[in-house]
């Protein structure tokens, strides 16, 4: 199943938007490559996290405290 930045793994929820759009264009690559949709989150996940660094954007949501 394709995602979509409206509908992707809850595993994403908490990346910031754009390293959560490459992750699920990564993820999406991957299941066209025939992985398995676990193992194609857990790469897409680190692959964009990585691709954030490169380019100095945050990666992940900022907890509010109360």
């Given at each position: 199943m394709p995602w979509t930045k409206e509908n992707y793994p809850a595993s994403m929820k908490n990346l910031m938007a754009p390293v959560r759009n490459?992750?699920?264009e990564i993820a999406n690559a991957l299941l066209d490559e025939g992985y398995e949709e676990g193992r194609a989150i857990a790469i897409a996940t680190a692959k964009a996290e990585e691709w954030g660094e490169?380019?100095?954007?945050?990666?992940k949501k900022t907890r509010a405290t109360t």
């Amino acid at each position: 199943m394709p995602w979509t930045k409206e509908n992707y793994p809850a595993s994403m929820k908490n990346l910031m938007a754009p390293v959560r759009n490459k992750a699920i264009e990564i993820a999406n690559a991957l299941l066209d490559e025939g992985y398995e949709e676990g193992r194609a989150i857990a790469i897409a996940t680190a692959k964009a996290e990585e691709w954030g660094e490169n380019r100095g954007k945050k990666i992940k949501k900022t907890r509010a405290t109360t």
